[in-house]
């Protein structure tokens, strides 16, 4: 058990980062000044878990009162902004690590709303919410549409990792913790192969027939 | 009283129809995929009453629990994809269904907001954002200034039933329910005669004298 | 503690109207219609404090339930479409007005959140998104990306007079009602200096060296 929370504790720190990472740089090409840089960093990083908590009722929301973020925050801006080659150089890693965050944040996201009492359609709708609200509110304050209403598997991912943590919940066959190891390891498969293989979902052209 | 209810449930779903199919042709006109067109099509219908239920304190927001709402979006959506000429067709009815449902929310919005002990005031500003909080939200998702803004008796419709509702609830002079019928017929009927008119509300010239 | 009070609701006065006029300025610069220069006008004014009351659970918000806010966004409009070449000329008390509001909305913002239980670091967020939060989805409702991530000594004036709050509260030397007044004082005066002397916070090139 204690092994397991070290294990989270870990994915954690490397979603949160990454996630901050990623407002960062997006923020810093976007020509925002260091005020600018470091919001977005914080909102892409915990965003979407305070959508989640102020929508189960858990107030304060955590992205407001733990250190943790706002730290990230300032760590990723400072990087972006004096490191950025060096950012540029990780983006491999990078983008693995937002693929833990976004697969952390799906399932710990869905059992939080379990956790408070919330139904599964609560838990999965809110599990998705806060591996992704921080992404769309960055896009929303950069002036963009969302990208992950547009292309890749990414929301998708989050989805079934969501999905698998509140059916695990229900049917019971297996351990919450176990349950939760097979959705992470499902969800972070999905997006590095999606991302390997250039998977999207289709759009669909507006042209009458 | 049950067949009121009943009456209710029908517009209810008429009107998250509407505005369901609204959200997924817009976003199928955007070119969002069909993770996105789903996102903006369950956006428009519950998007409103979301925001509501936050600011009145009802946790979780019916929107997240009620499965209805995600059945809609996803029949909007294979709808918008699968059968879009059908969709255009259907135009003239959806934008009856919208008067329908920005009639129903503006009401059923007031209500929930009295009826959960708060005032006049803000029963009437959140049975106005129940109405058009989901549209606005659509808009500022595909980077657009929202159009309730910009035109269109539309929102003030839906200010106009809420109002009446509120006053209604103040005045007693006659049963709620009577109330709630007057102030979604004229909410209703306010919205399709400026629909039939090309009513729009002033805007104002920035040229200096 | 009277004549504090009276003080501190002319300043609320001031900064609100100047918020509110801001806000309506730009809703007619950007062709809105009579209802969405009302919105925005409302909007700036008091969407700031409604993230805060959602975020630290003062349900329903304070901007939902006082006619005040209301009121103010009604002459706001008013004013901006009537009498816009005399806004125009007050050009110079609003930014004043503007800086009172600012420095008022962070200290307050801080103080409510503080009052409410939460702790340092949620009070001194809350303090700034009390003090941007309206300027910032006004921004979000007109499509351009938030002038306050940009460039400017504004929200970083906010976060200054919140953390003064903040540490005040933790270290007792001197009494609630005198630490407020200190962080007004430097919240204003580091906005004014940052106006007059044009102070910016870097922006960092994203050329790759």
């Known amino acids: 058990m204690d092994k397991l929370h070290t294990f989270y504790y870990i994915l954690d720190l490397l979603g949160t980062f990454a996630f901050a990472i990623s407002g960062a740089t997006a923020a810093k090409q976007n020509k925002l000044d260091l005020f600018g840089i470091w919001v977005i960093a914080f909102t892409v990083s915990c965003g979407g878990g305070i959508i989640r908590d ?3 009722g858990a107030i ?5 009162t733990n250190w943790y973020y706002l730290a990230t925050a300032i760590v990723a801006t400072v990087l972006a902004i004096r490191l950025y080659p060096t950012v ?3 983006n491999r890693p990078v983008i693995l690590f937002d693929a833990v965050g976004l697969s952390l944040f ?11 009492g919330h139904n599964g359609e609560a838990a999965v709708l809110l599990g998705v919410i ?4 921080g992404g769309v509110l960055r896009d929303v304050f950069l002036g963009r549409v969302p990208i992950i209403l547009q292309k890749e598997i990414y929301a998708s991912a989050a ?3 969501a999905l698998i943590v509140v059916l695990g919940n229900y049917l019971k066959w297996l351990s919450g913790d176990l349950m939760a190891i097979i959705a992470l390891t499902l969800c972070f498969t999905l997006r590095i192969l999606a991302l390997r293989y250039h998977w999207n979902l289709p759009t669909f052209s507006t042209d009458k027939p």
């Open 54 to 56: 102020i929508c189960i």
């Open 60 to 64: 304060p929301p955590a992205g407001l």
């Open 88 to 90: 540029e150089r990780l």
């Open 106 to 116: 799906a399932v710990t996201g869905a059992q939080k709303a379990l956790s408070f």
């Open 130 to 133: 806060t591996a992704v609200g």
């Open 159 to 161: 989805l079934l990792g």
